[in-house]
């Protein structure tokens, strides 16, 4: 393979757990709740899917924020909309706190790598195979690559937000072969959805899809990215 591209959350990285974020976000704006509360709240949060990259809304999304809800990925303006719409279904001690907290999952601290994310974006540059980061996103996942010191092993971002349109749009894969100067039939797709990173197929590349795992779950997920590289 000439090139891999990457899915971001599910695939490299994983978002902090609903009550991980949730603490956080208390704590930084003075606010406090119960154990007992934090923990229904945290599970509320998470059935009406608030957290971005964490679990889809497990009931059903409101009537005013459904509309939002199926392109949120093109924009910053419809990805806040839609995840704070969301949030605004669960009662919380300050309503601005679901602003805070749309803030707070896009902090590096809110994320970590795979164990093996490292090891394997390392192995492909060190081969000489160019890898780049395609996600369907509503902000700058950037400072996130380069926090956690991962941003020199990648060769290109091709974010949905940036371009107004979504995995699986094949467009979004075909600029990323474009920016890394590979030919789609050499390149491989790495991702965790298999309808949105199915998309890569269109156009002739590989996939390899991993599971969507807590990162003490997944240690060795994507290895089998290096032999299937080359």
């Known amino acids: 393979m000439a090139a891999v591209l990457f899915d971001f959350s599910g695939t490299l990285f994983r978002i902090e757990s609903t009550e991980s974020w949730l603490r956080a976000v208390l704590a930084d704006s003075d606010v406090s709740l119960s154990e007992p509360e934090l923990t229904r ?18 009931v ?16 910053s303006e419809l990805h806040r909309a839609a995840y704070t719409g969301v949030s ?28 093996d994310t490292a090891e394997v974006l390392g192995a492909l540059r060190e081969r000489g195979v160019a890898v780049g980061v395609v996600s369907n996103i509503g902000w700058d996942l950037r400072p996130v690559f380069r926090d956690h ?48 990173d199915g998309g890569a197929a269109a156009l002739g590349c590989g996939l390899h899809f991993v599971d969507h795992l807590p990162v003490t779950e997944r240690p060795d997920g994507l290895r089998p990215v290096l032999d299937l590289a080359g």
């Open 149 to 196: 010191g991962l941003d020199p092993y990648i060769g290109a971002y091709v974010l949905s937000y940036e371009h107004g349109i979504q995995k699986p749009d094949p467009r979004l894969f075909a600029t990323a072969c474009d920016v890394l100067g590979a030919d789609p039939r050499d390149t491989l797709m790495v991702g965790d959805d298999r309808r949105a």
């Open 60 to 75: 059903p999304v409101p009537d005013g924020v459904a509309p939002q809800w199926g392109i949120r990925d093109q924009s």
């Open 88 to 115: 605004r279904q669960v009662a919380l001690p300050d309503p601005a706190l679901h602003d805070r907290l749309y803030d707070r999952h896009m902090s590096p601290a809110a994320w970590r790598p795979y164990p």
């Open 41 to 58: 709240t945290a599970k509320e949060l998470e059935a009406v899917g608030a957290l971005p990259g964490g679990a889809l809304p497990s």
